[in-house]
């Protein structure tokens, strides 16, 4: 446990509204990832930051941007919701070798 | 690209039956190899990995060998307990490639009494 915690844990928005979610990590580390669970996609990454204000796109990033402006938090908008966005997120950490996870965050948009 | 191949689940087995999931990866550069776990409702788990080829991963006892030359990386257990049901991804990352994984779509295990 690499003291990662997300929030919202479960949201429900509508098709077109501003959605912000937040990783906040407790470790220091330098990395962190946004990255989204669908089934049958496995994990895909969508963003990731390696330190403050610095962040790069990952492999689904149309429709996300991310900001770091403190290194312990990590926030994820989706700046118009579209059904295809209803997902599970999760946040990660880089310790060492390892990624570490969050609890996740069940997003459903109708 | 790189791009992570794991077996088709749901897999559902009896207590103390020997668990095979496999995994075979393609990769530019000389990847890490990575076994996660997500029990249900919850995040994913490191559960093994493996750094560089011959390398054996172990943990709870489970083991995978990273096995250069059929490009795998195939996740066992001789005898699964109840508990062991979860969720089971295979991942790779590429060294210096911003620790950034690839992970396959990962393999349903259920451990019936």
């Known amino acids: 446990d690499a003291g990662i915690t997300q929030s919202p844990r479960h949201k429900v928005t509508e098709t077109g509204t501003p959605v912000t979610l937040r990783c906040h990590q407790t470790?220091?580390?330098?990395?962190m990832y946004w990255y989204r669970q669908d089934p049958g996609h496995g994990l895909r990454l969508i963003h990731y930051?390696?330190?403050?204000?610095?962040?790069d796109k990952g492999e689904v990033s149309d429709g996300y941007s991310v900001s770091r402006s403190k290194t312990e938090d990590f926030l994820l908008t989706l700046e118009s919701a579209t059904s295809s966005q209803t997902s599970v997120y999760f946040c990660?950490?880089?310790?060492?070798?390892?990624?570490?996870f969050g609890p996740g965050t069940r997003l459903l948009v109708l | 690209g790189n791009s992570v191949t794991q077996m088709e689940g749901p897999v559902t087995l009896s207590e103390e039956a020997f668990l095979t999931i496999n995994c075979t990866y393609t990769?530019?550069?000389?990847?890490?190899l990575f076994w996660y776990v997500q029990y249900p409702g919850e995040g994913l788990q490191l559960l093994l990995k493996a750094t560089k080829a011959d390398d054996k991963g172990s943990n709870k006892g489970f083991e995978a060998t990273y096995r250069k030359e059929t490009t795998s990386f195939h996740l066992e257990k001789g005898s699964v307990q109840v508990s062991d049901s979860a969720v089971y991804f295979c991942a790779l990352t590429i060294t210096g490639g911003g620790n950034k994984l690839t992970f396959g779509t990962g393999t349903q295990l259920k451990v019936e009494l």
């Open positions: 990769a530019t550069g000389y990847p890490s």
């Open positions: 990660a950490t880089q310790g060492g070798e390892t990624q570490y």
């Open positions: 470790e220091n580390h330098r990395y």
């Open positions: 930051s390696y330190g403050v204000k610095d962040t």
